[in-house]
């Protein structure tokens, strides 16, 4: 089993940033592609940025490509999300998770998942 962990989230405005981090604990030499997913009331859960542990190639939704980061630290085991030029529609519970292929886009291909951060963003 492999444990994630959020934290980070917060109440900022418009224009503000904010770094969330993801800690994994457990059989993390199983994993090898992690992603962030954020969903916002009434909505589904969506991709936001994903990076694999070994090589770092990452991706990005088109709705945060420029604003957001996503990076490693292999020896803490811990993933980041730097949001920066944050706006009112990045208000959503951000969740990181885990799986044991390449990193993806795709929700249904995660099988770990951490109990999520609120991110509130006020206009």
């Known amino acids: 089993q492999v444990q994630l962990v959020e934290s980070g989230g917060g109440l900022v405005q418009a224009g503000g940033s904010l770094r969330l981090s993801c800690a994994a604990s457990?059989?993390?030499?199983?994993?090898?592609?992690m992603g962030w997913f954020r969903q916002a009331p009434g909505k589904e859960r969506e991709f936001v940025a994903s990076?694999?542990?070994?090589?770092?190639?990452?991706y990005y939704a088109d709705s945060v490509k420029g604003r957001f980061s996503i990076s490693r630290d292999n020896a803490k085991i811990t993933v980041y999300l730097r949001m920066n030029s944050l706006k009112p529609e990045d208000t959503a519970i951000y969740y990181c998770a885990a799986r044991s292929g390449p990193a993806t886009m795709t929700r249904e291909a995660y099988g770990y998942w951490g109990q999520g951060t609120q991110v509130t963003v006020s206009s």
């Open positions: 990076i694999n542990w070994i090589g770092g190639s990452t």
């Open positions: 457990g059989r993390t030499s199983s994993t090898v592609g």
